[in-house]
């Protein structure tokens, strides 16, 4: 054989090669996209099952459940869960909502729920990181302390509550309410019934002096007592219930 038929040959040799490969490539590459989309198929199949997890005490798991499944309109892996974990936190009692896609075909949900710590106002409910939410409020919420000020003051109106209750459970009260108006002054209602208006000026000193003079001058007459207004220098004064006008103690 010649050189240049040899290297004909040899030419031919490559081109088939290349062709056999190309065709095997054709071929495996069909059969895996019809594998990927039977498999892709299996996959994406409609959500058999919602199945809602976490500790619940207001929530009911089964209800939720049932209100997730009756809105998804999309195969599981079409489901876009970002507005489906938003459409469930639009619970009121419902404080975060993490979905995960399982197989076969169903989605779980685990989710944390509101603990409420305080009443806000006269509709709302605060859990204990500060934030509003607004449930439909049960008889059970009336032994929470009510809480009410400006929106974006709870954290610190918590924090006092906690600080002033300290205070007056050493005295045998404690503080079944707290306000904090726009201008500054605070408010504090005690579990005997009275309402003590305490200004934004010097609020310990002056709280600490109300103390001192209810239990030298009030204690006896606690239940008499509507209101006592704190801001002054020297002593405070005292609205009684049965009785109208005012009278000065200190």
Do not use: C
């Amino acid at each position: 054989m010649s050189q240049s038929q040899a290297a004909e040959t040899q030419g031919l040799d490559r081109y088939w090669s290349t062709v056999v490969v190309l065709t095997l490539l054709v071929v495996f590459l069909g059969i895996g996209s019809s594998v990927a989309g039977e498999f892709w198929r299996w996959l994406n199949r409609p959500v058999e099952e919602v199945r809602v997890a976490g500790p619940t005490r207001h929530l009911d798991k089964v209800a939720v459940a049932e209100r997730l499944a009756a809105g998804l309109d999309k195969p599981l892996l079409q489901l876009d869960l970002t507005v489906l974990q938003q459409r469930l936190v639009e619970d009121p009692w419902i404080h975060s909502a993490q979905l995960k896609r399982e197989w076969p075909p169903a989605l779980e949900v685990v989710l944390e729920e509101e603990v409420p710590v305080a009443r806000w106002g006269d509709k709302g409910l605060l859990n204990h990181q500060g934030d509003i939410f607004w449930p439909s409020l049960k008889p059970e919420y009336a032994s929470l302390p009510r809480l009410s000020g400006p929106a974006h003051e709870t954290v610190r109106i918590m924090q006092q509550y906690h600080d002033l209750n300290r205070m007056f459970s050493a005295a045998g009260l404690r503080l079944t309410g707290l306000m904090l108006e726009t201008r500054g002054a605070w408010t504090l209602e005690l579990d005997n019934g009275i309402r003590v208006v305490a200004g934004r000026e010097e609020l310990v000193p002056r709280l600490k002096r109300f103390l001192q003079i209810y239990r030298e001058r009030l204690v006896a007459d606690a239940a008499r007592i509507q209101q006592v207004d704190i801001r002054y220098t020297n002593g405070v004064a005292v609205s009684w219930r049965a009785e109208t006008g005012q009278e000065n103690a200190g």
